[in-house]
């Protein structure tokens, strides 16, 4: 693994708008950053992300059905009381799973650490899937890069194969999240896309403009039912949504599924570790009011079991808070996981984001960072095997 130095393309930011990544910048400053790229090995791709990747996707399984089938479980992951029946439910009728992002502190030397995984609502699939990926075919293009370089990177044929294996050719399915929020709004667009080329029929709603109709059921501004959905909204949020009583009765099939609220939740990271202690991929962690937090002595990260692109993050060395930055997270459970900081290239501390479709690997983007905490203003820059 390296950081390398590139010349950016002259006209990158009007292809980006050309093809609708209309958020390459963020209030003024670039989020997609190609002055530079990181070079993996095969065997470094092979066996230290796509391998564990995988591993980690069924080791996840495995704890839902455990967690589905105990109250103790439920209540340790914070899933409403009134809505635990729901949720495994969902898992028993084995309702599928699309995508998730698990991020990872590698260096290219030793095994690749999990941070948290994205369960549930993970967002740079553009970037990862499309964007990068015409940066690599113009570099080789170019003579900059040989023709035999490739990525880690079959995000955007997964998703579609994905869709058309969970959906029948025409199937209506409703697509949604904050219409003003234009990074949601933008990804959920390309899934929509992605959708279209599964031979299937999306349909956007705003998440505020689904109502209920007489018979319980979820319905658009036009009145017709919703079937599927695929929600850009989190799970933590939705179940404790007034709305979310219609959801057992409402029949509509969700992507994701339920049962994902128990994996987009940091609370996974120490029943992890109970069942996995030691294992390379893993950190060790605990919940915050257990007494074996003791292990990790001074130095560790403190996490919210629910919260977005960094947000409450609390980062302690020998006792001492580096500070917090506070994105409305802070009230609710803490779990600690052992302080591993991101490997350093250039000044600049990077972590993996590995993705799955499905039970399948499907390619990985890479964020940078001044700090040693990936926020919504840390740089995504693309990446090539050698």
């Known amino acids: 693994m390296q950081r390398i130095d590139f010349a950016p393309r002259p006209d990158w930011e009007a292809k980006a708008r050309a093809v609708g990544f209309t958020w390459s910048h963020d209030n003024g400053q670039p989020y997609w950053d190609e002055t530079a790229a990181y070079a993996f090995s095969l065997e470094q791709i092979e066996n230290d992300i796509e391998a564990p990747t995988e591993e ?67 967002t740079s699939i553009f970037e990862t899937g499309v964007f990068q990926w015409l940066w690599l075919e113009e570099q080789i293009e170019a003579g900059v890069l040989p023709p035999h370089a490739d990525q880690f990177n079959s995000l955007h044929e997964k998703l579609v194969a994905r ?51 007489a018979a319980g059921r979820f319905v658009d501004l036009e009145d017709r039912q ?15 949504d007034p709305f979310a009583r219609h959801l ?17 939740n940091k609370a996974i990271l120490p029943l992890l570790w ?12 605990y919940f915050e009011d257990d007494p074996a937090r003791s292990a990790l002595g001074r130095d560790y990260a403190r996490k919210p079991f629910f919260s977005r692109e960094g947000a409450n993050i609390e980062l302690f060395v020998q006792g001492r808070s580096s500070g917090v930055q506070d994105g409305g997270y802070g009230e609710g459970r803490h779990i600690l996981q052992a302080l591993h900081a991101p490997p350093r290239f250039a000044g600049n501390h990077v972590i993996v984001g590995s993705w799955i479709v499905g039970d399948a690997a499907a390619g990985m983007g890479l964020r940078e960072d001044t700090g040693r905490v990936t926020r919504n203003t840390s740089r995504f820059l693309p990446h090539f095997i050698r």
């Open 56 to 122: 980690l996707h069924d080791m996840c399984l495995d704890l839902v059905a455990e967690v589905v089938a105990s109250q103790e479980l439920m209540e340790a992951v914070d899933i409403p009381a009134d809505m635990r029946d729901y949720v495994a439910n969902t898992w028993k009728h084995a309702q599928p799973s699309l995508y998730g992002r698990f991020d990872f502190a590698y260096d290219g030397n030793g095994p690749a650490k999990l941070y948290e995984y994205n369960a549930d609502t993970p």
């Open 163 to 213: 869709f058309a294996q969970l959906f029948p050719p025409i199937t209506p399915i409703h697509f949604s999240s904050d219409a003003n929020f234009v990074e949601d709004r933008q990804t959920v667009l390309f899934l929509e896309d992605i959708a279209v080329q599964a031979d299937l029929k999306p349909r956007f709603v705003a998440i505020n403009d689904i109502g209920v109709d």
């Open 226 to 240: 919703i079937t599927a959905l695929f929600k850009l909204y989190p799970w933590e949020d939705m179940l404790r």
């Open 248 to 264: 057992s009765a409402s029949g509509v099939r969700m992507l994701e599924p339920a049962w994902k609220a128990i994996l987009s």
């Open 274 to 285: 109970q069942r996995h202690p030691g294992h390379p991929n893993l950190l060790e962690a």
